[in-house]
């Protein structure tokens, strides 16, 4: 199994400017979540799914979108990206089960100017 | 969610047993404890979870009172290579298995 897989690793975006962070995990899993880290700091919830065709907001959603259409894809969507974006986005993801732990992916380093 | 506090920082000295200490105060009764780590530019790796007493793993040990209002992460003889950040979340069933992740604590290891 490859995990948690994230594409790309690293990004540069003007400001206006919209992306796709690509997730993708092969464990089937139900729960799939995403991160931001700022520079030393703990990560923040921006959305997450816990299944296909049900996503719910976190704690930092503003400015971002998801979709989860399949099990294994969980794709966040910035639009209109912002300086205040720049961070590292985890994707991770969990079978929702009871004390069940999540599994994180590499990681995308994103910088807007 | 069950917030937590952990210390920002600790040093230590390569084979010395680090213990590192989380408050839940808030803890809720189906709330399991997990401590994840994590290394520069990577992102967190689960380390052990419990829900009570004590819970031993080949890297770590977690030490649970009966009240479940803290836990300490334990981990022994550490090495250069545990330099990290390390993170105690508290789950929340309730809340659609989301975890909250505070500032965690940053380990230096040194020689």
């Known amino acids: 199994n490859a995990g948690v897989t994230q594409t790309p690793k690293f990004r540069i975006l003007k400001i206006g400017q919209s992306m796709t962070l690509q997730c993708t995990q092969d464990?089937?899993?139900?729960?799939m979540y995403w991160y931001r880290q700022d520079p030393g700091m703990g990560l923040k919830l921006i959305y997450y799914?816990?299944?296909?065709?049900?996503?719910d907001k976190g704690e930092v959603p503003n400015g971002y979108n998801v979709s989860r259409s399949t099990t294994e894809d969980f794709p966040l969507r910035l639009e209109l990206a912002a300086p205040s974006q720049t961070s590292v986005y985890f994707c991770?993801?969990?079978?929702?089960?009871?004390?069940?732990?999540?599994?994180f992916g590499p990681g995308t380093r994103l910088t807007v100017l | 969610l069950a917030k937590t506090t952990q210390p920002i920082s600790m040093d230590s000295y390569e084979g010395q047993e680090v213990n590192i200490t989380c408050s839940h105060n808030?803890?809720?009764?189906?709330?399991?404890i997990t401590w994840y780590q994590q290394f520069p530019s990577q992102g967190p790796r689960f380390i052990i979870q419990?829900?009570?007493t004590k819970v031993t793993n080949e890297v770590a040990s977690l030490f649970i009172p009966a009240d479940r209002k803290s836990s300490t992460l334990s981990l022994p003889r550490v090495s250069l290579s545990d330099t990290a950040v390390y993170y105690c979340?508290?789950?929340?069933?309730?809340?659609?298995?989301?975890?909250?992740f505070g500032g965690g604590t940053r380990v230096l290891v040194k020689p």
């Open positions: 991770a993801s969990t079978t929702g089960g009871p004390g069940d732990t999540q599994y």
């Open positions: 464990m089937n899993h139900n729960y």
């Open positions: 799914s816990v299944g296909a065709g049900i996503t």
């Open positions: 808030n803890i809720a009764t189906n709330d399991y």
């Open positions: 419990g829900y009570k």
């Open positions: 979340l508290v789950g929340d069933k309730a809340a659609g298995n989301k975890l909250t």
